[in-house]
């Protein structure tokens, strides 16, 4: 940071969406902003190990600020927006670190240290960092998503700067376009439709990549995208879901998993790349046993198409078939004899409405499908037929020694963007490896709520 515009005040904003929520599990700390000057000087904003949003920082040893808020952050499945306002200039002492989660500011709190000086995080010859920590030396990262990472300088803001209640929903929803208010000298903006490090404010305040990745996802605060969903295995589920909870992967025993989005009606596309081992992926009916909780995380049986309602395709051993209640429904021979090995693409095509689903590998769909049919709602080379559903559907998952990674549009493959030629549903959302059939979406909030 250089001399800031005005030490005693500044604003954090950000939207968040948590991938690691094996975090309150370990009780591991998440930086998710830190100023920094030495071990003895530094602040900042984390998800502590419970899952509260923890302000804290201090001077010379000496704590000056210290709040944290009892409202845990545990929710996988969607956006937080996350703004902290900090004015040490307040004739009210509870004034001077005001905590949103949001749009609504946060009033049960613990800690009671407020700052009466500088606020510490735009302080003149600190650093400024995102997503660790150098206080906390090893295992502080913030592994989440985040999105239009606003910081200003010399301003206590309020949320309607950044967001606004929906009048139909009542959700608090983001403004798309930038804070367009000065920023002040040490402020910043990151992660406006980007994974780049470079200062989108003008102030030419970029950032340095310390190791990893940024990768850039069609995944947002206004237009979630589906993934599996974390809540769903309980079986040691922080070692099972990577790369955003795109990626499902399973030892020695069979465990499954579900998307955290629900299908009712229209027509569906997704990818994945085969890591490794055994496995597969299918439909099933919401509310049946084929989605309960308890029988995707039961060893060996932990796949949907042992049950009624479940409808998958399953590769064991070289071999793949389709499978629904255990039984056989379609054999390896009738369905060409195609195997998927480390290193091959899949494609999923989904038809509610037709009741069938297909399966496609490397660009080319098999027992000879070919994206018109597909389109058209020709079933006669389906993979599966899966009937209706009163209820709706689950997108599924399943492994054994092995593990897959789906691109419901994101446009990745676990940690690995996808490169070169990409493609786009109907509606121009999504990015996917291959072309999906005409009027086969995304499965995102934005064409699920069309």
């Known amino acids: 940071n250089g001399t800031p515009t005005l030490s005693t005040k500044c604003t954090i904003s950000l939207w968040l969406k948590r991938t690691d929520t094996a975090i309150n599990e370990s009780g591991r700390d998440a930086v998710i902003c830190e100023g920094y000057s030495d071990g003895n000087n530094y602040c900042w904003v984390r998800l502590d190990g419970s899952d509260h949003i923890n302000v804290y920082g201090v001077i010379s040893s000496s704590a000056f600020l210290s709040l944290t808020t009892v409202r845990k952050l545990r929710d996988p499945n969607g956006y937080y927006h996350i703004m902290v306002a900090l004015d040490s200039t307040e004739s009210t002492s509870t ?17 009671s240290t407020y700052p009466s000086g500088d606020v510490g995080f735009n302080k003149s010859g600190w650093t400024f960092n995102i997503g660790d920590s150098l206080k906390q030396t090893s295992n502080h990262y913030l592994d989440a998503t985040i999105s239009h990472f606003n910081f200003i300088d010399g301003v206590a803001l309020t949320p309607s700067t950044f967001g ?12 798309p376009s930038p804070y367009n208010g000065t920023y002040g000298t040490n402020g910043f903006f990151l992660f406006k439709d980007n994974g ?11 950032f340095t990549l310390a190791s990893g990745t940024c990768l850039k996802t069609e995944d947002n605060p206004s237009n979630n995208f589906c993934k ?8 040691s589920p922080h070692s099972r879901f990577y790369g955003s909870h795109t990626k499902f992967a399973c030892g020695t025993n069979w465990l499954g998993t579900v998307s955290d989005r629900v299908v009712h009606a229209g027509k569906w596309y997704w990818e994945f790349y085969w890591g490794s081992g055994n496995g597969g992926q299918g439909v099933a009916k919401v509310g049946t046993t084929a989605v309960d909780t308890k029988n995707m995380s039961t060893a060996n049986d932990g796949y949907s198409g042992k049950y009624a309602g479940g409808y998958i395709w399953f590769r064991n051993g070289g071999n793949i078939y389709t499978i629904n209640n255990a039984s056989t429904v379609t054999s390896s021979s009738s369905l060409g004899n195609v195997d998927f090995t480390t290193g091959d693409y899949g494609m999923m095509a989904f038809d509610v409405g037709a009741g069938h689903f297909w399966l496609g590998k490397n660009g080319t769909w098999i027992k000879s499908a070919t994206a018109s049919e597909i389109a058209a709602g020709t079933t006669t080379n389906s993979t599966m037929n899966v009937g209706s559903s009163d209820t709706g559907w689950h997108i599924v998952g399943t492994a054994e020694n092995g593990n897959a990674s789906t691109n419901f549009g994101q446009g990745f493959f676990d940690t690995t963007q996808i490169t070169g030629t990409t493609y786009q549903d109907s509606n121009s959302l999504g990015v996917f490896k291959y072309q999906p059939p005409t009027n086969f979406l995304a499965i995102c909030d934005k064409n699920l709520n069309a």
């Open 95 to 111: 004034d001077r670190i005001k905590i949103y989660v949001n749009g609504n500011r946060e009033t049960e709190l613990s800690g």
């Open 164 to 175: 606004s209640t929906d009048a139909t929903t009542g959700e608090w929803k983001i403004k």
């Open 196 to 206: 780049s490090l470079t200062d989108q404010s003008g102030n030419s305040n970029n």
């Open 228 to 235: 599996w969903n974390y809540l769903n295995q309980t079986n």
